[in-house]
């Protein structure tokens, strides 16, 4: 025979029902919130290691693109050879070096422009070996853009080169030859004295916040020249200063951009590389037919000035 709860009873039961069900409620809200925060935080971890991936530079090949080269020709070949690969590698290192930093620009002006110029003097380089003792190759600054693999893939820069010989670094100019470089040609005539300084920045709104860069005349620490080498001292110098007008264009162009850093590493020190190459070869152009200057390269770096 049953008997039936007591009021008090029942009112404990349904209190006792309610709190469990609020116990429930809370602990499924408790679990969707830590689930959330994972998922949160796997989103972070991906994105971190995105942004540690910044990819890689692939440049086209230049020695399958050469004609036959004379023996006379090989060493210096090989050597410049060698020294393209040298500045893809560079070029990967500073890649990986300033991920994250600059706007959406920064590794077209601080990395691939900067690389280019320095194949296009490279393989003028290779051009003029050849064209010494056989047809010069023609359309070989076709080759010198590279392109940046966002991928992350693995380096295809490496071996590019094939065929180079023993890394020689800036010492790689040696016999340059007549070249100047990347267009530098034209209208060439000794730099003015006192500093080497481009007016490229004066011609921007933002040259007052971008600054200007200087660097030390070296027009006027040359030894006197042989009529021999006159030419060929005059493209370089001009080179010079067609260098420093392009940086300081590009300090005017990446204003604002990367870290406190920014401008040695994707500015001044890829513009001191040039000017040490320029430097060598005018060296190197007197030193054919009269004593060698010793101690240029001390003049190839530069400063920035506010």
Do not use: H, W
Not at 59 to 75: E, G
Request: charged fraction near 20%.
């Amino acid at each position: 025979m049953s008997r039936a709860l007591p009021k008090y009873n029942k009112r404990r039961v349904a209190i006792i029902g309610g709190a469990a069900a609020v116990a429930l409620t809370g602990a499924i809200v408790a679990g969707t919130a830590l689930a959330g925060e994972t998922s949160s935080n796997k989103n972070s971890t991906t994105g971190a290691r995105t942004l540690a991936s910044p990819g890689s530079i692939t440049c086209p090949d230049v020695a399958s693109q050469l004609p036959a080269i004379p023996a006379t020709a090989q060493a210096e070949v090989d050597r410049n050879l060698t020294l393209l690969q040298t500045q893809i590698d560079e070029a990967n290192k500073r890649l990986v070096d300033t991920v994250g930093q600059g706007g959406p620009n920064f590794v077209q002006n601080a990395i691939l422009g900067p690389l280019e110029d320095k194949r296009i003097a490279t393989v003028n380089r290779i051009a003029t070996a050849i064209g010494r003792t056989a047809d010069k190759p023609q359309g070989l600054d076709a080759l010198a853009p590279c392109t940046l693999n966002a991928g992350g893939a693995a380096d295809t820069g490496a071996g590019q080169e094939a065929g180079a010989g023993e890394e020689t670094g800036a010492g790689a100019e040696a016999g340059a030859g007549a070249e100047a470089g990347a267009g530098a040609e034209a209208g060439a005539g000794d730099a003015a004295g006192g500093e080497e300084t481009g007016g490229a920045a004066e011609d921007t709104g933002g040259a007052a916040a971008a600054g200007a860069i200087s660097c030390p005349d070296v027009a006027s620490q040359l030894p006197a020249i042989p009529a021999t080498a006159q030419a060929e001292v005059d493209r370089n110098l001009t080179l010079l200063q067609t260098q420093i007008d392009e940086a300081n264009k590009r300090l005017v162009d990446t204003v604002g951009q990367g870290g406190p850093n920014f401008v040695q590493n994707a500015i001044l020190g890829p513009l001191a590389d040039k000017r040490k190459s320029t430097i060598d070869r005018i060296a190197i152009s007197i030193g054919r037919t009269a004593e060698k200057p010793q101690g240029l390269d001390s003049l190839a770096a530069c400063s920035l000035t506010q």
